[in-house]
């Protein structure tokens, strides 16, 4: 079946380390996307990318670096300097072209815990 | 900047009882307007969408959603809700920004259904 898996699904860190949560799409899509989704504030955009080995910052990427190597995969990387990087982290793709329907498809999420 | 609103951040409601959550939005362009819904250890799906034509769009689980251009509104409608209908509701548009497929999304609305 087509979808959107990320891993891992939860994860804790030490305060000052990096980590790096994984996103794979079988559905061919160009676009993906990463956001955080806090409680209240629902979800926003860290880093999104259009193409392979092209990506572009969100609304708050700050802290975040992304790599799109692969048309598959497009990890997110959540460095020591990111403030308060406890979060659910959710994945998603989208077609590509302007115009389109704009409607993405979701991963089941990254829950990261920052002791 | 665009921004999405939405109203209810809470709703309690009992079984069969009539739901109506708020969405509103601010953007001048040709919009695309979505709600996801995202059910207790499930990801994010698409419960129904808006790109043209009537107003009044039917999705999944006895959901509509009404557009109203006038008021900036996409407002989330079911005439009896069930205890399976527990979730978080997320409101969304597609902005076309600089040629890429922008989805902003609100703030979610969680709903708990009383048997």
């Known amino acids: 079946d087509g979808g959107i898996t990320q891993s891992p699904k939860y994860l804790f860190r030490k305060e000052g380390q990096n980590v790096t949560l994984s996103c794979e799409q079988n559905?061919?899509?160009?676009?993906m996307y990463w956001y955080r989704q806090d409680p209240g504030q629902g979800l926003r955009l860290i880093y999104y990318?259009?193409?392979?080995?092209?990506?572009q910052k969100g609304d708050i990427a700050e802290g975040y670096s992304v790599s799109r190597e692969k048309k598959e995969s497009f990890p997110l990387t959540v460095t020591s300097a990111q403030k308060n990087p406890t979060a659910f982290y959710l994945c998603?793709?989208?077609?590509?072209?302007?115009?389109?329907?704009?409607?993405?498809?979701f991963g089941e999420g990254s829950r990261l815990t920052v002791l | 900047a665009q921004s999405v609103s939405q109203h209810n951040h809470h709703v309690i409601l009992s079984e069969a009882a009539s739901l109506e959550l708020g969405c509103n939005y601010s953007?001048?362009?040709?919009?695309?307007l979505f709600w996801y819904v995202q059910y207790p250890g499930q990801h994010l799906q698409l419960l129904l969408k808006?790109?043209?034509?009537?107003?009044l769009v039917k999705g999944i689980k006895g959901f509509e959603a009404e557009f109203i251009k006038s008021k900036f509104s996409f407002n989330l409608r079911k005439p009896s809700v069930q205890w399976s209908d527990t979730a978080e509701y997320f409101c969304?548009?597609?902005?076309?920004?600089?040629?890429?497929?922008?989805?902003?999304f609100g703030a979610g609305t969680r709903l708990a259904v009383h048997p």
């Open positions: 953007y001048g362009g040709t919009v695309n």
């Open positions: 990318s259009q193409i392979v080995n092209d990506f």
């Open positions: 969304a548009v597609n902005a076309l920004w600089g040629g890429y497929n922008k989805l902003i």
């Open positions: 998603a793709s989208s077609r590509r072209l302007a115009g389109d329907t704009g409607e993405l498809f």
């Open positions: 559905l061919n899509h160009d676009a």
């Open positions: 808006y790109f043209s034509g009537d107003p």
